[in-house]
């Protein structure tokens, strides 16, 4: 089993100054997107899974039409749910965000006021994962943490979602103990591909970190975070 995390491409979060909750790729993201399905298009990929958010739609689209791949979208793979920002001026939404990096540990897991907070974020996340992954015949080990048995292999799995989302994932398979600011430790930048496969451990498997945000992909000017 082979698992590609792939953030989506540079979204339009503001373009005119107000926040969009839900945006679409901007024109640079869109560039993004079809450079990564130069390098994906290459590979024998099994199951395509997006998240239901337009940027990650869009991103993962390219790839679809080139090779006619059918994506199952599943809700669980959306990025953290942010409070109604809608048409609010980008730099109130901005300090919103620094504010809260301030806060107590405690209210970090809460998240951010009028949004999801990150305990249910993760949970959301995490139990998605093993139920995906339980259908693709890996469960957890219930003797060893961070340790799973793979009944099936060679199976690549293309996840197209988010920084929050991959970052929880990530954490999760690698069996390291979550924080309620995952997206800012595992740093990746838009359209880029991180690469997790399994290795003999101890009776089962352990999750591997093979390669980690890679933009290769992308030329040097339309790299962004």
Do not use: C
């Amino acid at each position: 089993m082979e698992l590609l995390f792939v953030r989506h491409a540079q979204p339009a979060w503001a373009p005119d100054g107000r926040s969009v909750d839900n945006p679409d790729l901007t024109e640079l993201g869109q560039r993004q997107a079809h450079h990564l399905a130069n390098v994906l298009e290459r590979l024998e990929i099994d199951h395509l899974l997006v998240s239901p958010l337009r940027r990650a739609e869009q991103t993962a689209a390219p790839l679809v039409e080139r090779t006619g791949i059918k994506p199952v979208v599943f809700e669980w793979l959306a990025e953290i749910t942010a409070p109604r920002f809608e048409g609010t001026p980008v730099e109130q939404v901005e300090r919103v965000f620094s504010e809260s990096k301030g806060r107590p540990i405690a209210e970090q897991w809460e998240g951010i006021p009028g949004g999801e907070s990150f305990t249910d974020f993760h949970k959301r996340v995490t139990t998605g994962l093993e139920q995906l992954l339980a259908t693709h015949g890996a469960t957890p080990s219930g003797a060893d943490e961070g340790l799973w048995h793979l009944d099936q292999g060679g199976e690549r799995i293309v996840i197209v979602a988010h920084a929050g989302t991959n970052s929880v994932a990530l954490g999760h398979l690698l069996g390291i103990s979550p924080v309620p600011w995952e997206w800012e430790r595992f740093v990746s930048y838009h359209a880029s591909v991180t690469t997790i496969e399994p290795l003999p451990m101890s009776g089962a498997q352990a999750f591997s970190l093979h390669r980690f945000a890679d933009v290769g992909h992308l030329p040097e000017d339309i790299r962004t975070r």
